[in-house]
């Protein structure tokens, strides 16, 4: 499988032959986004397919963790490349001989419309497909919202469209989205089957698809009920909403004209502050996982088994967390009631998750299979991670880790989940302070996605800011980073939005601060000074940046 036909160097696309079958190729890590060299080479590699006579089927594959995965985002709001995605797809879609996409990892947005462009999909089982679109404000915009209800059927569609899930390779399957699930070697496979669809003409084109329309058409108050049964869900955001529309217009529009609708939402929706917001959430969210001063070569320590102490509301849910992973924990307690009461607790909230559908019965026995409740403090001495979660007190958390570093093995880490006392203080009773950090988890730690990692000195005191104003609230952002007890202003807005229900399409209180514009902010604070009393002080970075007409997050 080789003969690798010329190609610039610099191209991310490249093409061999296998027999009479053109394998296309994307390297493009880490995702093998479509940005515009990766664009301008399909359309490259589908010219040559048409060219070479010998080409009798095109199998479009990626390398790396997965099959294309949108469109690039980076790329959003910087002067157009040529070929667009949409002409790509056509492109695609109109070659005179098959063209099977061979989906790995996940095949999302864009990555799913150019599959949709193809006459067939094939896909490994652990494959995942998905039009994640509405999570950047956005809507699948290079044919997704017309294709996809053509073969996944109308109520497919609206519910990825509009949430933004993916769905594994066997719902896809059973959906239609997928032809067929390859066990063993993707590429391969994924020839033979080219090889097998080689002669069957008319090629089958999604854009002409109408079947799953017309069932759709049967049930005009389809659409209706959809909206209401997810208003509470998307209310406040603009995306669902043009989701739902174009979906709409595939239905009762020919395609040529379904697609003039989706392109106009697109780029109304693109021009909008709701994309920005979310666009910006989600390279923050990916920000704040990076911690400066930990390198790129930095490796992990494994964890395979966690200890917690105190099984109260806290150390409850925070074994869930780590249940819920499949990683084993011993939690401990000082007497049997209260261990008895908080791992109750713990199956209760699981049984709870589970009679609404969220996990099956299996799963709960599974997680609580892994959980080991102690009364006795030596059980920790083996545990990767342990976490105390007592009552906030610096004496009880000290005599914690006095205990705790003469009986853990050496290399654990110690972790407090305090949410104000100083772990430096907490460290300093032990023998290895380097190994102590602080764990803040947000409550109820199985549900919040937030995890505040306090690391020497830094003791956060960002509940102070919850209570204010707007304005004092971006005035105490400021504060916040001026002091270095956030890394950015994007670190801030993460914060706001798991940890106290912001809203995303907002973006966080620093981009909105951005998009009010910071003069304003001042001025109003300015208005407000007399009222605020001696406690509060401008921050100088604010009152800095406003003056040069810079951002905090641009
Ligand atoms: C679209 O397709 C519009 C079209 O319908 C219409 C167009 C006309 N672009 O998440 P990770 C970066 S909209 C650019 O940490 P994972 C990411 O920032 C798109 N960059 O990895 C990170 O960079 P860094 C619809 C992207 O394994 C690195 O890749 N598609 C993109 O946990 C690794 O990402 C989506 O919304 C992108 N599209 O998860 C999918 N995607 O290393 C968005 C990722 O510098 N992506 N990066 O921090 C994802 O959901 C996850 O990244 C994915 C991998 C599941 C793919």
Redesign the pocket.
């Known amino acids: 499988m080789t003969d690798v036909i010329d190609k610039p160097a610099t191209s991310p696309i490249s093409t061999s032959r296998h027999g009479d079958v053109l394998i296309v190729k994307s390297n493009n890590p880490?995702?093998n986004?479509?940005g515009a060299a990766v664009r301008q080479g399909l359309v490259a590699a589908i010219e040559e397919a048409e060219s070479d006579e010998g080409v009798k089927a095109v199998v479009i594959a990626c390398e790396g963790?997965?099959f294309f995965?949108?469109?690039?985002?980076?790329e959003f709001g910087k002067p157009p490349v040529m070929p667009?995605?949409?002409t790509v797809v056509d492109t695609i879609e109109n070659c005179s001989k098959p063209v099977v996409a061979a989906i790995h990892g996940?095949a999302?947005?864009?990555?799913l419309?150019v599959a949709l462009g193809c006459h067939y999909r094939v896909a490994v089982p652990s494959a995942k497909l998905g039009?994640?679109?509405v999570?950047?404000g956005?809507?699948?915009?290079?044919g997704?919202t017309q294709r996809l209800p053509r073969v996944a059927g109308v109520p497919k569609a609206l519910e990825m469209a509009t949430t933004g899930k993916m769905i594994t390779a066997k719902e896809a399957c059973g959906v239609g989205l997928i032809d067929r699930q390859i066990e063993g070697d993707l590429i391969p496979h994924a020839v033979a089957y080219a090889e097998e669809v080689r002669d069957i003409r008319p090629l089958p084109k999604s854009s002409e698809r109408d079947e799953k329309l017309a069932e759709a058409r049967d049930n005009p108050g389809l659409f209706d009920e959809f909206r209401k049964a997810n208003g509470r869900k998307f209310r406040g955001f603009e995306a669902p909403e043009a989701n739902i529309q174009c979906i709409e217009a595939a239905v009762s529009k020919p395609f040529s004209e379904g697609v003039i609708v989706e392109r106009t939402k697109?780029m109304e929706l693109l021009g909008g502050t709701q994309a920005k917001a979310q666009q910006y959430f989600?390279?923050s969210e990916?920000?704040a996982a990076?911690i400066e001063g930990v390198g790129e070569d930095v490796k992990p320590r494994e964890i395979k088994k966690v200890g917690v102490i105190g099984a109260g509301t806290m150390g409850g849910g925070i074994s869930m967390n780590f249940l819920s992973a499949g990683i084993p924990v011993t939690i401990y307690e000082m007497n049997q009631e209260a261990l008895d009461r908080g791992t109750g607790i713990m199956r209760k909230n699981y049984e709870a998750t589970a009679a609404k559908g969220r996990v099956t019965a299996e799963q709960v026995e599974q997680a609580m299979g892994l959980l080991n409740p102690t009364l006795d403090f030596e059980v920790l001495a083996d545990c990767d991670l342990i976490i105390e979660a007592v009552f906030e007190q610096m004496e009880i958390k000290k005599d914690i880790f006095t205990r705790l570093d003469q009986i853990v093995k050496q290399g654990a880490i110690l972790a407090s989940n305090t949410s104000y006392l100083n772990i430096d203080e907490i460290a300093a009773v032990t023998s290895r302070p380097q190994d102590v950090v602080g764990l803040h988890f947000f409550s109820p730690a199985n549900v919040m996605k937030l995890l505040e990692v306090v690391r020497g000195a830094k003791t956060a005191g960002d509940v102070e800011i919850v209570q204010r104003t707007l304005y004092t609230m971006v005035n105490e952002g400021a504060k916040i980073l001026e002091e270095g007890m956030a890394q950015r202003a994007s670190d801030i807005d993460v914060v706001w939005v798991y940890g106290y229900g912001w809203p995303v399409y907002r973006g966080g209180p620093m981009f909105w601060a951005d998009t009010e514009g910071l003069q304003k902010i001042v001025d109003g604070l300015r208005a407000q000074e007399q009222r605020m009393g001696s406690d509060f002080s401008f921050s100088h970075m604010l009152l800095d940046k406003a003056e040069k007409g810079e951002k905090f997050t641009r």
């Open positions: 880490p995702v986004a479509l963790q997965t995965a949108g469109a690039d985002i980076t667009w995605l949409p996940t999302l947005g864009g990555g419309e039009v994640p679109e999570k950047l956005l809507l699948p915009g290079a997704g697109f989600f390279f990916r920000k990076k």
